[in-house]
């Protein structure tokens, strides 16, 4: 499993070969999630385009502790690695993730990117082309939106999230059936089970630094109201692939932030919006993300 060295932390990575294509895929995942899920998208895609899928510092294979023991089973170490404070950790903002993405990039001197990300991991792109407009040619951005800070829903959101990082015991991995609940969380329809396990040992990994970071940085009323301006002074070409039924960002914030980009025009011209899909539409409805994306290059190719 290749591995680079990222401000002293392993990043794991999958790269696919190169094509005739000069546009390379960089995919981005979310908040306690890994690079495993964009596996079923990349095989479809690295056909047409050389595709980068990564582990974010702190998530998934990428920890600065090494934890992960699969199929779940975590190894009895990674009690060394749980210890936590409920304030928010330095070094674990959308501006340092955008950083250690142009580290990655450089180091494995991949140019003439378009970067995917999904949720977080869409925030994190808008910064990461705000920084390397050079070497980013475009983003795309998968249930990721907002810029609306809603100051009772956010108190809440990140009340709910510190418990959820907080308690996360490493031993419900071995809970039988504990993974049936991920089934259906966030999702317009029930995804495989093999996906809810995949999501249940994400979950328990997540460096609880890096889980309470990413939370509690990206959330404030500040960084909120940021993001748009972001966006708005992107020169590249920006989409946004929503989902109908995304109960974490639902298609109204994720086309609020769109608005703020010049290709958004009069009725949302650079949004597309996939039916019957929640909050992972690259697991939930692979096929339809990879027509979109396929779309989105073919006519961001035809403007240029």
Known sequence: ??????????????????????????????????????????????????????????????????????????????ETCTTMTLQAPSGYSLQDYAKDLGILLETLNLKNVWLVGHSLGGSIALWAADEMGDRVKGVICMNAGGGIYLKEEFERFRSAGQQIVR??????????????????????????????????????????????GTLLDSTTEAEVHRLPQVVARLQQPIYFIA????????????????????????????????PECGHLAMVEQTDAVAVQIRGILQRARSIS
């Not at 999630?33 to 510092?57: F, G």
């Not at 071995?174 to 809810?196: N, Q, Y």
């Not at 109960?247 to 025009?265: C, D, Q």
Request: charged share 20%; with cysteine.
């Open 167 to 212: 308690m996360r015991p490493r031993w419900l991995c071995h809970v039988p059936l504990i993974d049936l609940l991920f089934i259906r969380a966030s999702v317009a329809t029930a995804i495989a089970r093999s996906w809810a396990k995949q999501r249940l040992i994400d979950f328990v990994i997540a460096d609880p630094e890096a889980a309470l």
């Open 243 to 274: 989902g109908s039924s995304d109960p974490i960002m639902e298609p109204k914030y994720v086309r609020h932030l769109a608005s703020f980009h010049r290709s958004f025009g009069d009725c949302g011209e650079n949004v597309f919006e996939i």
């Open 1 to 78: 499993m290749p591995t680079i060295n990222v401000l002293g932390v392993p990043h794991r990575y999958d790269l696919t070969a190169p094509t005739d294509s000069s546009e390379v895929l960089v995919f981005v995942h979310g908040w306690l999630l890994s690079r495993s899920y964009w596996k079923p998208l990349t095989e479809k895609l690295a056909i047409d385009h050389q595709c980068l899928a990564y582990d974010l510092r702190g998530f998934g294979d990428s920890q600065p502790c090494q934890v992960t023991q699969l199929p779940l089973e975590v190894q009895s170490s990674a």
